[in-house]
């Protein structure tokens, strides 16, 4: 089993930042990849950015360039440094963690963001 802890979102103005943190605990030695995805009000859950053991990241490309995917040295923790917001990225953002046998969801956290 894997748990996370999610933090770091809230309210903020258009062009302002937030940094998310997602720390793992558990069985966090079976994680292959750690990823982040959203969820706007009234619309399906859609992958943001994905990092591996290796420190590879993607995003996709409605971010690229304004978030970045990184984890910290202990690899139980990744952050998503976003800047530039638009009112288009308030959503719940989750944290899941995929091993071979299975994958886990954070419970999310809530990134609104005012025009």
């Known amino acids: 089993q894997v748990q996370f802890v999610e933090t770091g979102g809230g309210w903020v103005q258009a062009g302002g930042s937030l940094r998310l943190s997602c720390a793992a605990s558990?069985?966090?030695?079976?994680?292959?990849?750690m990823a982040w995805y959203r969820q706007a009000p009234g619309k399906e859950r859609e992958w943001v950015a994905t990092?591996?053991?290796?420190?590879?990241?993607n995003a996709d490309l409605s971010v690229k360039g304004r978030f970045t995917i990184s984890r910290a040295s202990a690899a139980n923790t990744i952050y998503l440094q976003m800047n530039n917001l638009k009112p288009e990225d308030t959503a719940v953002y989750f944290c899941?963690?995929?091993?071979?046998?299975?994958?886990?969801w954070g419970q999310g956290i809530q990134v609104t963001v005012s025009s």
């Open positions: 558990g069985s966090t030695s079976s994680i292959n990849v």
């Open positions: 899941r963690a995929y091993t071979a046998s299975y994958d886990y």
């Open positions: 990092i591996n053991n290796d420190g590879l990241s």
